[in-house]
């Protein structure tokens, strides 16, 4: 299929091992296009929607991850780490037919986007990475647990605090996405009914969730950190600021490490900003993305 399909297509993408890769195409065919990488991580990408109004401005590349919804998982776990699904963004640049390419990315697929960034520095025309974990890449202090403790007086948060060990110490990725659910309510300003449907969208794959962990060496953050600053590609990250998931200050640290980056901050906001607060988010994000 071409890559130029209409508003609510999709399409097949060979990557670099002959993986088969399916992609949702959102949005007008005359719009530019967004590459997007959804999160969880092996989410399915049916939770981002169209992230808000975004198909408007652009036309969204929904990249479904190795092993989830309709891609093929590969022969090779290797190529399923964070750090190689690179190569399929890439592969992705290759089938748009573009020379240089824009990406957004929220949550743990902001770890493909950086690495993306880090491999393919002249390749990006612009990045957007939405409530990114940053952690593993800067040095602030982790002020999650603060924002977490905000919420004390929640009717959910004893089931939480009893969930949390159990889940940290789940030996794989099945054991701890049925966890998951006493948990959820941390990456949200406000747990109301919205947020409640909202995490009943996109089921987690739990044999790409595996694939997916990485733990990079000291070297290897380095090396991205390096490479990050030869990025001339204006990027933005956006924060949300009880966003108990990823906390504040690493997310907004992040930005510091692109030579063009700025941070957005929307109050009140947690994990998906683009469902609790939809206009602070439209009119931070969808002003990154200019037409014309």
């Known amino acids: 299929m071409s890559a130029a399909a209409g508003t609510g297509s999709s399409a097949v993408v060979e990557s670099h091992d002959g993986t088969r890769l399916h992609v949702d195409v959102i949005g007008d065919d005359a719009l530019p296009p967004l590459v997007v990488l959804a999160g969880g991580p092996a989410r399915h990408p049916v939770y ?10 652009r036309r969204l590349i929904v990249l479904h991850q190795r ?12 190529a399923a ?5 690179a190569e399929d963004v890439e592969a992705v640049r290759r089938w748009l037919d573009v020379d240089r390419l824009e ?15 880090a491999r393919y520095p002249h390749r990006l025309d612009r990045l957007c990475l939405i409530t990114p974990p940053a952690t593993w890449l800067v040095d602030t202090d982790d002020d999650s647990a603060e924002i977490i403790a905000r919420h004390a007086a929640e009717d959910w948060y004893p089931g939480f605090l009893d969930a949390l060990p159990a889940l940290l110490a789940a030996p794989d990725s ?6 998951f659910p006493a948990v959820a309510p941390i990456a949200w300003g406000d747990w109301d009914d919205t947020a409640r449907e909202h995490e ?18 000291i070297d290897e953050v380095e090396d991205i950190r390096d490479a990050l600053r030869t990025v001339t590609a204006p990027v933005l990250v956006v924060a949300g600021s009880e966003d108990g998931l990823t906390g504040l200050a690493p997310v907004v640290d992040l930005a510091k490490r692109f ?15 683009w469902v609790e607060q939809p206009r602070s988010f439209a009119a931070a994000v969808h002003g990154f993305f200019p037409i014309g």
């Open 48 to 57: 981002l929607g169209d992230l808000g109004g975004l198909s408007t401005r």
């Open 103 to 117: 990406l957004l990315g929220h949550s743990a697929g902001t770890r493909v986007a950086v690495s993306y960034a």
């Open 259 to 273: 030579p063009l980056g700025q941070a957005i901050v929307l109050d009140g906001c947690g994990h998906y900003p």
């Open 67 to 78: 092993g989830v919804g309709r891609s093929e998982s590969g022969s090779s776990t290797a």
């Open 81 to 85: 780490s964070w750090p190689e699904l």
């Open 200 to 217: 009943r969208l996109g089921a987690w794959h739990p044999a790409a969730q595996d694939a997916f962990v990485h733990t990079p060496t």
């Open 174 to 179: 099945a054991s701890g996405n049925r966890l």
